[in-house]
Nanobody, 117 residues
Framework: QVQLVESGGGLVQPGGSLRLSCTTS????????MDWYRQAPGKQRELVAG???????NYADSVKGRFTISRDNFKNTLYLQMNSLKPEDTAVYYC???????????WGQGTQVTVSS
C-alpha cells in the first residue's frame, strides 16, 4: 500500500524557517520524481519545487533562494527546507511522487503552514 505522510508544518513568524518532511512507503522511492505543491485558500494548487530521481532540483520563481528540496533515498523521505518565510507562503503543502513510465502519481494528505505575526 502506497503511503506519503507529510509532517513539519505549523505556525511561524515572517522571516522564520520550517522543514517539511514527506515519509513514504509502498513504492520504490529512489526511482520516482518527487514534488512539493501547495494550495492556499481560494487558489489553485501550485508546484513549489521538484527533484528528479537523480537529484536534479527545480523551483518556482516565488521560492527560489529561500526553499531547498532534498531527498534521502535510504530513508525514503523527501524534505523541503523553507527559510525567510513570508505570509504569502501560507498554504497546505503536499508531496507528490510520480513516475511517468508507469503513469503513476501518488499524493500525501498535506500539512498546514501558516506564516503570521
Amino acid at each position: 500500500q502506497v503511503q506519503l505522510v507529510e509532517s513539519g508544518g505549523g505556525l511561524v513568524q515572517p522571516g522564520g524557517s520550517l522543514r517539511l518532511s514527506c515519509t513514504t512507503s509502498g513504492f520504490t522511492f529512489s526511482t520516482y520524481a518527487m514534488d512539493w505543491y501547495r494550495q492556499a485558500p481560494g487558489k489553485q494548487r501550485e508546484l513549489v519545487a521538484g527533484i528528479t530521481s537523480s537529484g536534479s532540483a527545480n523551483y518556482a520563481d516565488s521560492v527560489k533562494g529561500r526553499f531547498t528540496i532534498s531527498r534521502d533515498n535510504f530513508k525514503n523521505t523527501l524534505y523541503l527546507q523553507m527559510n525567510s518565510l513570508k505570509p504569502e507562503d501560507t498554504a497546505v503543502y503536499y508531496c507528490k511522487a510520480s513516475r511517468k513510465v508507469y503513469g503513476a502519481n501518488y499524493w500525501g494528505q498535506g500539512t498546514q503552514v501558516t506564516v503570521s505575526s
